[in-house]
T-cell receptor, first 113, second 113 residues
Framework: DAGVTQSPTHLIKTRGQHVTLRCSPISGHKSVSWYQQVLGQGPQFIFQYYEKEERGRGNFPDRFSARQFPNYSSELNVNALLLGDSALYLC????????????FGSGTRLTVV | KQEVTQIPAALSVPEGENLVLNCSFTDSAIYNLQWFRQDPGKGLTSLLLIQSSQREQTSGRLNASLDKSSGRSTLYIAASQPGDSATYLCAVSLRQAGTALIFGKGTTLSVSS
């Protein structure tokens, strides 16, 4: 089985631009979450989606948005990029049920210049 | 507000040594606790998942314990190897936050040969 796949792996954007990051969960996983990891810190929760509905949102500005598609893949969108948005963005998926752990993808490294 | 702390922040040991990484959390109302490994610039690899009702989990040379009442978990690594060099992150899944993971900042382990 393929793991959690994220695309692109790296990208460079200019301040003020918009970016879309993509995530495909493990087959059969309906829950997808997004995390931001700044260098030297642990990942910070951004969004959680389950069955195409938002189930949780972290303490991030409205410039951050996400959605989940009928095939359970997900997009994270960030508008009006700031230098501080430079980070590793991680996607994680999990089977249905509260007692399962999360599987993470390899992440997208976003650099804002 | 749930806070997760990992001590020490960094650890250097010679090959073959047994070691313990510590994780503490402030709110005992958790679903589970997960230990991850992260290689530089990479995504997270799940090592062990402990349910809130469990006391410990083992996988190979790794053993994780959980004392929910005191808000502590430890990750024990036996007979360390240079390949164990990485950052180790612990994360708790909260009951009241849609099962979002709250991470510590990690312990960076270096095992010398």
């Amino acid at each position: 089985d393929a793991g959690v796949t994220q695309s692109p792996t790296h990208l460079i954007k200019t301040r003020g631009q918009h970016v879309t990051l993509r995530c495909s969960p493990i087959s059969g996983h309906k829950s997808v979450s997004w995390y931001q990891q700044v260098l030297g810190q642990g990942p910070q929760f951004i969004f959680q989606y389950y069955e195409k509905e938002e189930r949780g949102r972290g303490n991030f500005p409205d410039r951050f948005s996400a959605r989940q598609f009928p095939n359970y893949s997900s997009e994270l969108n960030v508008n009006a990029l700031l230098l501080g948005d430079s980070a590793l963005y991680l996607c994680a998926s999990r089977p249905t049920g509260l007692n399962y752990g999360y599987t993470f993808g390899s992440g997208t490294r976003l650099t804002v210049v | 507000k749930q806070e997760v702390t990992q001590i020490p922040a960094a650890l250097s040991v010679p090959e073959g040594e047994n070691l313990v990484l510590n994780c503490s959390f402030t709110d005992s109302a958790i679903y589970n606790l997960q230990w991850f490994r992260q290689d530089p610039g990479k995504g997270l690899t799940s090592l062990l998942l402990i349910q809130s009702s469990q006391r410990e989990q083992t996988s190979g040379r790794l053993n994780a314990s959980l004392d929910k009442s005191s808000g502590r978990s430890t990750l024990y690594i036996a007979a360390s190897q240079p390949g164990d060099s990485a950052t180790y992150l612990c994360a708790v899944s909260l009951r009241q936050a849609g099962t979002a993971l709250i991470f510590g900042k990690g312990t960076t382990l270096s095992v010398s040969s």
